[in-house]
């Protein structure tokens, strides 16, 4: 048997001509006028780079006409729902496993009245995709009921699928919406009576998978209720809820959806093979910047190239998402949620980098002057490779989404450690222990992160030391608290005459140091609207009812295996982008809600759940854990906060060295301008995040 190569397929959907136009309750769905050219221009791109055949490419359009009853295309190829339900189950009839499918749909998102009233209720609602027909009474919507069920069954079949929503889907911004032909997307209710019955499969059948769906995915969905998360599939949508999605004449004299344009136009520069994560981080940005109320969502699979299917570990980063060539600086995503603060420093590499070491990819190094709760803006002190009078920035020097890489703070608050020796000197055979405060002290300067610790003197006096090691009888490091007290989740000493032991050292205490930062990382201005606002609750089910766990403050002890249900209300007057870590026993941070998106919105009063099964890592018979829920007005990624368990290798987070961990901009945690710790700055980017963390203790019984 021998190797085939994998198959593309594409389904293309695009839709300018609604007709009839007005629906029989008197709602309308307007015309657009770059839908179609988006499908044709994808079209031309899939063909111009994979050869593909017309069998491979199966496309929707529909185009308005000189009869206003009746668009240019035929009746078969027309984006009814008909259509296109025939169609999506055509591609997953013909494709094999491992085959590429890519799915393209620009057009309208819509809202109407349930069909799955057993799920949703009576007063329920089913987003939608809207079929170029909808103003027929017999019509139907593509359901997201409808849409999930299609999806699943190509995944189920072991498609590589890539899907592509340049539609809006922002539910009750009618307003808003109303007289920009721009936006894709109307606010409305669609309340005609439709009919029931579905082609996609029997509703219960639906209803069963959705149900099955969003359980596997802890009740979450996506792009405003149309999807649960994607599980085995990548997703990109034009933007988020509450968000527009834009189109306008980029190019030439017809429009394009502001989406695909981006996405076509990085394609075209970079190749198919650049990773999904890269990609996103240069089209979201560029959109955004072209229209500040639409940014882009990238949720699923995310650790693969783009179309070309291939998995790809990419460096996680702060990305530039602007660049002021007046002012002489870069706007990074990244800032005070995050811990940053004014003065810490990056390199920026050209777009694409992979390997930070390669400094002929370096562009400029930069320095925070002004931050915000989720991003910054940072001044070019150097430039590198360009002739510049006294390093000015110029147009095209600096490209949107590429990657800003940690370098210094430009103020450190670090961790001071100091060396206990016992007295008298224990004798080690090859170890002068005499030397060891000065040995510790050089090898420092070699290890990545050094800069956030430093060796103090016998003089500094002991309230102002954070760390002691401690050299025991037996030839063991030990690292105490600032009370000195070991460390509990230290559970395994380091031998001084083992090899690499000062560097293993020093690495254990930069990883604490790292941990108990972020641990520690909190809004500390009194009067931030949003403290407060953010609610966490862990809850389980005792007798059929539900019981707050962490009620009054109480932190509970549980079992491992035990079920608990993490619970996040909203209690702001604002819509929040929700994220949530969960600091271990062993040291290790992982931002487990939401997978496969950087964040989950929030609508204010509105809550989110998570099931959480209570772990313990090995070796470990008791730890505590501790959930840290972030909320932010704006965008941001908390998986840059993330560190792999103690003594583990940290994963590529794009530093000098690709296994750093960006984390370390949380040592610039003093303002340059206001070094006295005692003191700090209120910016208005206290008023943008809130955080709320909970603890609990888990045992093996």
């Not at 019509?139 to 809006?168: H, P, Q």
């Not at 389980?540 to 996040?568: M, W, Y």
């Amino acid at each position: 048997m021998t190797n085939q190569t994998p198959n593309f397929y594409a389904l293309l959907i695009g839709i300018n001509y609604y007709f009839p136009h007005r629906l029989p309750e008197g709602n309308y769905y307007k015309n657009l006028r770059g839908c179609v050219r988006d499908i044709n221009n994808v079209e031309t791109y899939l063909k111009d780079t994979f050869n593909l055949t017309p069998d491979q490419i199966i496309k929707l359009t529909a185009t308005a006409s000189d009869n206003p009853n009746q668009p240019q295309e035929p009746p078969e190829l027309l984006p009814t729902y008909e259509n296109i339900v025939a169609k999506f189950k055509e591609l997953t009839a013909k494709a094999q496993p491992q085959d590429r499918v890519y799915i393209h749909y620009s057009g309208h998102g819509g809202r109407a009245k349930t069909i799955f009233e057993s799920l949703k209720g009576s007063m329920g609602l089913d987003e939608a995709l809207v079929p170029c027909d909808i103003g027929q009474p017999n019509s139907r919507y593509l359901r997201d009921l409808e849409l999930a069920k299609l999806l699943e069954e190509m995944v189920a079949k072991e498609l590589v699928v890539t899907l592509v929503l340049d539609s809006c889907h922002s539910g009750g911004a009618t307003r808003e919406m109303s007289g920009d032909d721009r936006i894709r997307g109307e606010g409305f209710i669609d309340t005609t009576p439709r009919p029931t019955d579905s082609l996609v499969a029997p509703l219960q059948e639906l209803a069963q998978n959705w149900q099955t769906s969003t359980e596997n995915s802890r009740n979450i969905t996506v792009v405003n209720g149309l999807l649960p998360e994607p599980k085995g599939y990548t997703l990109i949508a034009a933007c988020g809820d509450q968000e527009f999605a834009y189109e306008k004449v980029f190019e030439g004299t017809e429009r394009n959806g502001a989406l695909t344009y981006y996405l076509l136009k990085a394609l075209r520069e970079y190749g198919t093979e650049i990773p999904v994560n890269n990609l996103y981080d240069r089209i979201s940005n560029l959109v955004h910047n072209d229209f500040p109320r639409q940014t882009p969502m990238l949720i699923g699979e995310t650790n693969r190239s783009f179309l070309g299917g291939q998995s790809v570990v990419a460096s996680r980063n702060a990305p530039v998402m602007k660049v002021d060539i007046t002012k002489n600086r870069v706007q990074l995503q990244m800032g005070e949620a995050s811990g940053l603060k004014k003065g810490a420093e990056f390199d920026i590499f050209r777009f694409g980098t992979r390997n930070f070491e390669d400094s002929e990819q370096r562009i400029a190094t930069v320095k925070v002057v002004e931050l915000g709760a989720s991003d910054c803006w940072a001044e070019v002190t150097q430039l590198f490779g360009f002739r510049t009078i006294n390093h000015k920035l110029a147009e095209g020097m600096i490209e949107i989404g590429s990657p800003a890489v940690y370098l210094s703070p430009g103020l450190k608050q670090i961790r001071k450690v100091r060396v206990i020796l016992p007295d008298p000197l224990p004798q080690i055979s090859g170890v002068n222990v005499e030397m060891l405060p000065d040995i510790l002290k050089a090898k420092k300067e070699q290890v990545e992160g050094h800069r956030w610790i430093e060796f103090c003197s016998e003089a500094e006096k002991d309230e102002n030391v954070d760390y002691f090691i401690s050299l025991n009888y037996e030839g063991e490091y030990w690292i105490w608290d600032a009370n000195k007290e070991p460390i509990k989740n230290l559970l395994f000493p380091i031998k001084v005459d083992e090899p690499e032991a000062t560097k293993k050292l020093i690495d254990r205490l930069i990883h604490v140091a790292r941990y108990e930062t972020i641990l520690d990382l909190d809004n500390e201005d009194a009067f931030a609207p949003l403290n407060g606002k953010l609610k966490v609750e862990l809850i389980k089910s005792v007798k059929r009812e539900q019981v707050v766990l962490n009620a009054d403050g109480n932190v509970p002890v549980l079992e491992v295996g035990e079920r608990v249900i993490v619970r996040i209300h909203n209690e702001s007057n604002r819509t929040l982008n929700i994220s949530a870590l969960i600091l271990q026993a062993d040291l290790s941070i992982v931002k487990f809600y939401p997978e496969g998106a950087p964040y989950e919105v929030v609508d204010r009063g509105q809550s989110r759940e998570k099931r959480l099964d209570m772990e313990l890592p090995k070796n470990y018979q008791e730890g505590v854990d501790v959930i840290k829920v972030f909320a932010t007005v704006d965008a941001t990624n908390f998986e840059l906060l993330e560190l792999p368990p103690l003594d583990q290798p940290r994963p590529g987070i794009g530093d000098k060295n690709p296994t750093t961990a960006l984390g370390e901009l949380l040592a610039a945690v003093v303002d340059e301008d206001n070094p006295q710790r005692n003191i700090r700055v209120v910016t208005d980017a206290s008023e943008e995040w809130t955080t709320e963390k909970v603890e609990v203790v888990v045992k093996k019984m």
